[in-house]
């Protein structure tokens, strides 16, 4: 029965092409619209560690400017950050923070080149879940130790040995040299959630060094830096500042560890006030990967305003599609007609408009991928690849999957009344003029 | 007139009405509020910065190893590239205007923390820079080689003179315009005195509140890291731009050379978000206004087929073509009006939505109403070809049986 209903959905499409044709260009367009910016949402607003989100926690110690209401500084200052890795009462913790250098490759074939990196604890790599193609994160004593160990990428080991195994040999960064531990495999989230404050959407460091080394090494930092109060004078200065410049993630297996840390927080912020620092009212919290990207508001206005917008172009399709259905179904009062008085049931003369609605939905919906598919691909070309990553701007499966079933769903919806109003018509007049 | 019978036609289908007027509803609110956006966004897009942009360019110099001397180093730089034929000033800078990275400070009237601070962007840089960037000062004058000083990033920043922008002068001595020259204010404890006001300055920060206040201040930081800001003869930058990173690289091992960008690049790089949103929203706008025309086309189409009968009695009870055609325009006029209503309120209240959502500005009142006409204008062109087809109904189709 279900074959015969759908290839009188073909006949009818065939009857009328224009009109049905109409139809499934607007829900093509409708529906390829809105996946367009429910793709842009999906992975910009979505969870880039699934896995481990609700185990890692941002953590925020309010060191802001007690004349202002300001919200709470993203970062922490050195003075802070240094405390809490000294404390060492998470389960893995890491302080992070972005810097660059010059890299000096071996040779004289190859020019010095500046690279962005990163400073972060041993820590870094297990919390984060990051892959290593070659070797591993340097030993939780070269944190402490300040030894020179750098993991470099894929790509930048492809680009200075060739993709081979580099570990143990020597890198030249800063003027200093750095031992390689470990190379990491490809490893880029979308959004780049553990640095939010310095653009959550362009690719990873090349290099991650031990974050101590980027102060007790000078080097050159490259990340957000924000200062309520100017940092006294003297090579010290900056470092005693009240300076934000520094994130710090934790990882805390369960609800206890969580409580004990935001305990521990407190604690240390009251002994602070004592020493006069952290002027404001204690305002100390843990945010968990998610509630984290969320605060920072990563996803971005111009997303939010267009899935409204493209909420209303769905609208507008289906309102079309309405009105197209009701013109189809009406047109066809004769031939609905002649099947009632043959003794055809209202429920089969409804799911045979069912089916009708939802094939032209399913193509309306294949032909929306199409649609999908070339938008975002204009989406890439107008965002440009210089300025962020846009590599994850394509179909994937769940936009598929919800695209085709969001077009023959709605299309069927859309039709309840038309399919409603054809099939109480009353045969007798249609047979009349027959 | 007609008017009495075609309104009392359209409410036996009511629900063909309310569908046309649904979707005109919608494609106005979509259509005003985008054209705002895209019109807010431009304007944006065309203030001046205040450099003389199309002949600006800039490139950083970074030493490394023992070798390096910053010092040095950029004296020579700086006396090379202001010496080459075709560019007409160079200075050192920390940040350059419109390209989204920068510093800014607090400025208060007093030294008393509790006071409001008021939020700038600072230039730091030499005398040269006023020539650099090409501005207008119109108050007071640049200050000299003398006032700069030379410093260590970890020094105090301790800047006694500034040339500021008009708008940051009327923010912090309102009323007093050009005649702040020469008043104080505080940057922490240390007093700055307004040396020149310049007519235009942006800060590097094209979407932040307060994007026209910025000043130049006489201090340089001597790093690894110099970046040089360069204003060439008008068509020597292209030119200039390659031989110039030329040059550099290779006077001096010690250093790499980066971050060659001309400011025309840098506009674009940083309004790029924006000019990608208009594109998308010119995009659905003309998806919308398409959907929504073919929407009122197979309506009218339908309404006429199911009409043709009556449409034949009217033509031979002796209606003119005019009259059948005027009757169609009228009724479309009718429902446009119902949706382009129900719009009126929709594209205020997505408008306050936004407005009240994104801290952006509201709509002017004059948006709603052009949007109303337009809409009209799009139903009456959408439906003169269905009109037009209808006045053609011969008068004999009244006399046949279907």
Redesign the interface.
């Known amino acids: 029965m279900f074959y015969y209903y759908l290839r009188l959905s073909a006949l009818s499409y065939r009857r009328n092409p224009i009109l049905s044709s109409l139809m499934v260009f607007a829900i093509a367009i409708g529906v390829g619209a809105y996946m367009v910016i429910f793709t842009l949402n999906y992975v910009m607003g979505g969870n880039p560690i699934p896995q481990k989100s609700a185990e890692l926690f941002h953590v925020q110690i309010d060191s802001g400017n007690p004349n202002t209401q300001d919200d709470p500084p993203p970062q922490l200052t050195y003075l802070d950050a240094r405390a809490l890795i000294e404390a060492n009462s998470a389960f893995r913790e890491t302080p992070t923070s972005k810097m660059s250098g010059i890299l000096e490759p071996e040779g004289d074939d190859v020019r010095p080149f500046s690279i962005v990196g990163r400073g972060s604890s041993a820590d870094f790599f297990p919390m984060f879940n990051v892959p290593f193609l070659y070797g591993t994160p340097w030993d939780g004593s070269a944190d402490r130790n300040l030894q020179q160990v750098v993991v470099i990428t894929k790509e930048l080991n492809e680009r200075l040995y060739g993709g081979n195994d580099s570990t143990g040999k020597t890198l030249r960064l800063h003027g200093y040299s750095f031992q390689i531990t470990g190379v990491l495999d490809d490893w880029s989230p979308v959004p780049k959630f553990y640095d939010v404050n310095n653009n959550a959407f362009e690719g990873s460091e090349e290099v991650f060094i031990p974050w101590n080394l980027i102060t007790s090494l000078e080097f050159p930092r490259n990340g957000n830096t924000s200062c309520w109060k100017a940092p006294e004078p003297g090579p010290d200065g900056f470092l005693n500042s009240e300076c934000v410049w520094v994130q710090y993630w934790v990882e805390l297996r369960d609800s206890d560890e969580e409580a004990d840390y935001l305990q521990f927080l407190n604690n240390y912020a009251a002994q602070q006030k004592e020493f006069g620092r952290l002027p404001r009212e204690m305002n100390n919290g843990l945010f968990d990967v998610e509630e984290w990207l969320l605060k920072q508001e990563v996803l971005p206005n111009e997303t939010k305003i267009l899935s409204a917008l493209a909420a209303m172009l769905l609208a507008v399709c289906l309102l079309n599609t309405i009105g197209l259905l009701l013109s189809k179904f009406l047109g066809k009062s004769g031939e609905i007609g002649v099947r009632q008085a043959l003794g055809a049931h209202k429920g089969s003369l409804f799911l045979q408009h069912v089916i009708e609605a939802g094939f032209i939905g399913l193509l309306g919906g294949l032909l929306g991928l199409v649609v999908a598919a070339a938008g975002l691909e204009g989406i890439k070309i107008l965002l440009g690849e210089d300025l962020m990553r846009t590599d994850w701007i394509q179909l994937n499966p769940t936009v598929v999957a919800v695209t085709l079933l969001l077009a023959v769903f709605a299309t069927i919806a859309a039709g309840f009344y038309p399919i409603w109003r054809a099939c109480n018509i009353n045969p007798a007049i249609h047979l009349k003029t027959q | 007139m007609e008017i009495g019978p075609i309104l009392r036609a359209l409410a036996r289908n009511k ?2 009405v309310m ?2 007027a ?2 005109i509803a ?2 106005m ?2 259509m005003v ?2 054209v705002f ?1 895209i019109i807010e966004r431009s304007k944006a897009m065309a203030r001046p910065s205040g450099l003389d942009e199309p002949n600006t360019f800039y490139l950083s110099s ?1 030493g ?3 070798q390096f001397n910053p010092e040095v180093t950029e004296r020579d730089d700086l006396e090379l590239l202001r010496n080459t034929p075709g560019i007409i000033d160079v200075a050192p800078t920390n940040a350059i205007p419109v390209s989204g990275s920068g510093s800014s400070d ?1 400025l208060r009237l007093d030294d008393d ?5 008021i939020p700038a962007a600072v230039y730091y840089s030499d005398e040269h820079a006023v020539n650099t960037m090409d501005l207008k000062l119109i108050a007071g004058e640049n200050f000299s080689s003398n006032d700069v000083l030379y410093q260590r990033p ?4 301790g800047y006694t003179k500034a040339v500021v922008s008009l708008a940051l002068a009327e923010v912090l001595f309102p009323e007093e315009g050009q005649s702040a020259v020469g008043r104080t204010f505080y ?2 404890s240390y007093p700055v005195q307004i040396s020149g006001i310049v007519e235009t300055l942006q800060t590097p920060w094209p979407t932040s509140s307060f994007t026209e206040q910025a000043m130049i201040v006489p201090l340089h930081f001597i ?3 110099s970046t040089y800001l360069i204003r060439t003869e008008p068509g020597e930058r292209d030119r200039l731009m390659v031989e110039t990173e030329e040059v550099l690289a290779t006077n001096n091992p010690n250093r ?1 050379i ?1 971050g060659l960008k001309s400011m025309d690049e840098t506009r674009e ?1 940083s309004y ?2 924006d ?3 208009a ?3 010119f ?2 706008i003309a ?2 206004v398409f ?2 025309s ?2 009122i086309v ?2 009218a189409v ?1 309404g006429i087929n ?1 009409r043709r009968k009556q449409i034949g009695t009217r033509r031979a009870l002796g209606a003119t073509q005019v009259e059948i055609l005027r009757h169609f325009m009228i009724e479309n006029f009718f429902i446009s009006g119902v949706g382009v209503s129900l719009g009126a309120v929709f594209t205020i209240g ?1 408008s306050i939505m ?1 407005s009240s ?2 801290e952006s500005p509201t709509m002017d009142w004059y948006y709603t109403p052009v949007g109303m006409a337009i809409l009209i204008v799009i139903g009456q062109v959408a439906v003169l070809g269905p009109s037009a087809r209808a006045a053609q109904i011969q008068p004999a189709i009244a006399t046949r ?2």
């Open positions: 629900l063909g569908l046309i649904l979707q919608f494609t609110t979509v509020n985008a956006i970074t490394f190893g023992d607090g923390p509790t006071l409001p601070a970890s020094d105090r920043r940057n922490d790093s690894a890291t790499i980066r790089e790029r978000l000019s990608a949103m594109t998308i929203l995009t659905v998806t919308l959907i929504t073919m929407g197979g309506l339908f199911r997505f936004l959502l994104f049986s279907i």
